[in-house]
Structures are given as structure tokens and as C-alpha cells.
């Protein structure tokens, strides 16, 4: 034990030669464990990823829905964010619940003085039991101050009409590209007939990716999960198309291994750590 007040002794330089990849999650928590930041950690961690949070509000939530929810300043959210971007250096980013103008333009502010080499935004809107988690007048905000600075925007259908406005979801999608500045936009197909086909719109055009259909009824955080699983991929190295892919079958798999799981008495989350990964060490630069 060294003696009060003196620093430890540093570890030898050949220790400080390699890294993990610190992937970061700026979103709501849930304490059921379910969604939100909960599942955006498991699913790093599951990928090999290092996972680090910070959180933009506070639900009370279960397997059954979410009943209340209280938001964290805007300051806070830079004091949680701010040390880890300089300690860690993230690679990868995923953006969750942003519930109010405050929150958002903290955020923006954010990217603009650190850019991040890939950030994906799943714009949590309303729960799936149907409480809202944006305020009213927040939408516009992020679709003028955070959809620009974000090289992947991952909406459900609800979602995508709100901030596009366009009954169509091609047509929403091609217009936050066209009058927002959006880069890329993944119109996920889980909530329409069918195989869940996702389509990856920008300004190149458009590409499909199908799914699989998974009968259970756990599948609380499969969007959360999907956004994190595509930025845990990005990090470890693979280009968008591929990260996708790779990230919907991880999600397809997750819900498969979970479907038999009697977990409270709503929607159940996923089983995120069927087949985890050791966490990737890689050399530092």
C-alpha cells in the first residue's frame, strides 16, 4: 500500500502498449435492466467491446412499461460525457433518449468540439407502452442541431413520420437527408408485415438487408440493442453495410436465445450474451 497522499507507482511502459475499444452510450436508463443505457452496455460488453455510459434521464420503468420519467440536466450530462471522451477516447458513439432542448444542444455542442469517428442516434421518442420521452418541442431541435453531426440516424416507423413528416418512410428518410443534413438513415422494418427488411437510405441511394421474424414477446430494447450492436461493429473495424448486417443478426440471435425466458410480466429483454465475445485488446497507436 503506498503511503497517504503519494501516487501509486505507474505501471511499466509495456503494459501501456495496448488498449481496449471503449465504445460510449449517451442515453435514458432503465432499471429494469431492459433497455436504454442497460442494453447498450450488455451489448458492447457482448461484442468485445469497453463499454462506457452516460445518462440523459431516469425512468421508472418494468417489463410492463415505463411510468415516469425525470431528465438530467444539461450540465450533468457534460460533466459525465467530457472526462471520458478525454481519458477514453471512444471510438464509437451511440446517442439514445435526448428528452429536451437542453439536453440536445449540450450534446450538438458536444460533437462539434470532439468529434467522434463514427455516431449512430436511435431518436427514442415514445416508449413502446406509449409514454412519451421527448418533450413536444425537442424534435425539431434534433432533427436541426444532431442529425447533421451523426453518420447514422436509426428510427422505428413512428419515429421516422414524426421527424420526416412523409406517410411513406423512404420518403421521410430521403427527406432528413435533403432538408436536415442527415447523412444516413436506417428505416427499420420490425414494426411493418412481413420479414423485418431494414433499408439504408443516404444521397448514393438506397440498400436492403433482410431479416428474420422472431415469435417472443421479449424483445424490450431490440432497438437500443440494434444501435449499439451496429457502433460496437464500426468500432471493431467494419465498414457501415457490413456493421448492419453483422448487427442485425446479432440482435436476431439475441432475441432467438431469449424467447423461452420468463423475465417479469411484460416484454422481456433480450438474451444479449448468448455467445459473448472476449474483450478485443488491440495495440495502441
Same mark, same amino acid.
Given at each position: 500500500m503506498p503511503a497517504c497522499g503519494k501516487r501509486p507507482t505507474p505501471l511499466p511502459t509495456l503494459a501501456m502498449q495496448y488498449s481496449y475499444i471503449p465504445c460510449l452510450s449517451i442515453a435514458g436508463f432503465d432499471p429494469s435492466g431492459g433497455a436504454g443505457i442497460a442494453a447498450d452496455i450488455k451489448t458492447f460488453s457482448a461484442l468485445g467491446c469497453y463499454a462506457a455510459a452516460a445518462i440523459t $434521464?431516469?425512468? @421508472?420503468?418494468?417489463t410492463r412499461g415505463v411510468s415516469a420519467m425525470q431528465p438530467v440536466s444539461a450540465e450533468w450530462i457534460s460533466r459525465q460525457v467530457l472526462p471520458v471522451i478525454e481519458d477514453l477516447r471512444p471510438i464509437a458513439l451511440k446517442i =439514445?433518449?435526448?428528452c429536451? /432542448?437542453?439536453?440536445? /444542444? @449540450?450534446? $450538438?455542442?458536444?460533437?462539434r468540439a470532439h468529434p467522434f469517428p463514427f455516431v449512430v442516434l436511435d431518436p427514442v421518442m415514445i416508449s413502446s407502452? =406509449?409514454?412519451p420521452l421527448m418533450e413536444d418541442d425537442a424534435m425539431k431541435c434534433l432533427a436541426d442541431e444532431l442529425l447533421p453531426l451523426c453518420h447514422l440516424v436509426t428510427p422505428n416507423l413512428h419515429e421516422l413520420h414524426a421527424l420526416g413528416g412523409e406517410t411513406d418512410p423512404i420518403l421521410s428518410a430521403r427527406r432528413l437527408i435533403q432538408r436536415y443534413g442527415a447523412r444516413q438513415i436506417l428505416v427499420k422494418g420490425g414494426h411493418r408485415e412481413g420479414l423485418p427488411t431494414d433499408i439504408l437510405v443516404s444521397e448514393m441511394g438506397e440498400t436492403s438487408f433482410p431479416g428474420q421474424r422472431i415469435a417472443t414477446r421479449n424483445d424490450h430494447g431490440t432497438g437500443c440493442t440494434l444501435s449499439a450492436a451496429i457502433a460496437a461493429y464500426v468500432a471493431r =473495424?467494419?465498414?457501415l453495410p457490413a456493421a448492419i448486417e453483422h448487427a442485425k443478426d446479432f440482435v436476431s440471435k439475441a432475441l432467438e436465445a431469449g424467447a423461452d425466458i420468463h423475465i417479469g410480466d411484460g416484454h422481456g429483454p433480450l438474451n444479449h450474451f448468448f455467445g459473448p465475445l472476449p474483450l478485443l485488446v488491440k495495440e495502441k497507436l
Open positions: $434521464a431516469i425512468t @421508472s420503468q418494468s =439514445g433518449m435526448t429536451n /432542448r437542453e439536453i440536445i /444542444r @449540450s450534446i $450538438a455542442g458536444i460533437l407502452s =406509449g409514454h =473495424g467494419e465498414m
